[in-house]
């Protein structure tokens, strides 16, 4: 089982480009977040699924788009870069919600200039 | 911001010696679970503790909970080398909606 995979690893953007950043898990778990992590803040959700279909916002979901048409891809996708984006993001899964444990991919390294 | 509090935010000890964390939280939870981060990988699940759970072992680890005081304590004996990293409590609060709260993180060295 490859758990879960997250591309690019990392990435530089200009002030305004858009991207999206690909995670796909191979556990059949319903649950699908997405966190940033920036220094001396931890981790703050940013968009999170309970299932295909479904999304719902987090903590930091501004400038931020989210889709999950499929059980195993919750790709998450930069509108218009900021600076303020420049941070490390991580995807993560788990069978039953919070009320699980986690997995986490390796994170993108997001630079944007 | 609900995030949960890691206390110390650092700690240096020598390996065999035993490395305590604590987390504080606000308002009541369904569980609290501990996470461990290597430098530049993804955070590693470690335990999960429900809210009508006191204590719980895994190896070298043990987590309590104390929901009156609403905190929980990370022990983990015996510290090795290996055992160097940051340490997350995240909480799944009452009422959260399936959201997982992590605090700011704990950086353990330990020294050989």
């Known amino acids: 089982n490859a758990g879960v995979t997250q591309t690019p690893k990392f990435q530089v953007l200009k002030t305004g480009q858009s991207m999206t950043l690909q995670c796909a898990q191979d556990m059949n778990h319903e649950y699908m977040s997405w966190y940033r992590q920036d220094p001396g803040m931890g981790l703050r959700l940013i968009h999170y699924s309970v299932g295909a279909g479904i999304t719902d916002q987090g903590e930091v979901p501004n400038g931020y788009n989210v889709s999950r048409s499929t059980t195993e891809d919750f790709p998450l996708r930069l509108l218009s870069a900021a600076p303020s984006q420049t941070s490390v993001y991580f995807c993560a899964s788990s069978r039953q919600g919070a009320g699980s444990p986690l997995h986490f991919g390796n994170g993108t390294r997001l630079t944007v200039t | ?112």
């Not at chain 2, 308002?27 to 809210?51: C, E, K």
């Not at chain 2, 680890?61 to 990370?74: A, E, G």
């Not at chain 2, 959260?96 to 050989?112: D, E, H, M, Q, W």
Request: proline share 2%; charged share 20%; aromatic share 6%.
């Open chain 2, 1 to 112: 911001s609900q995030q949960g509090e890691e206390d110390p935010q650092a700690l240096s000890i020598q390996e065999g010696e035993n490395a305590t964390m604590n987390c504080s939280y606000k308002t009541s939870i369904n569980n609290l679970q501990w996470y461990r981060q290597n430098s530049g990988r993804g955070l590693v699940h470690l335990i999960l503790i429900r809210s009508n759970e006191r204590e719980k072992h895994s190896g070298r680890l043990r987590v309590t909970l104390d929901t009156s005081k609403k905190s929980s304590s990370l022990l983990i004996t015996a510290s090795r080398a290996a055992d160097t990293a940051s340490y997350f409590c995240a909480t799944d609060y009452t009422g959260a909606n399936s959201k997982l709260t992590f605090g700011k993180g704990i950086t353990l060295s330990v020294r050989p």
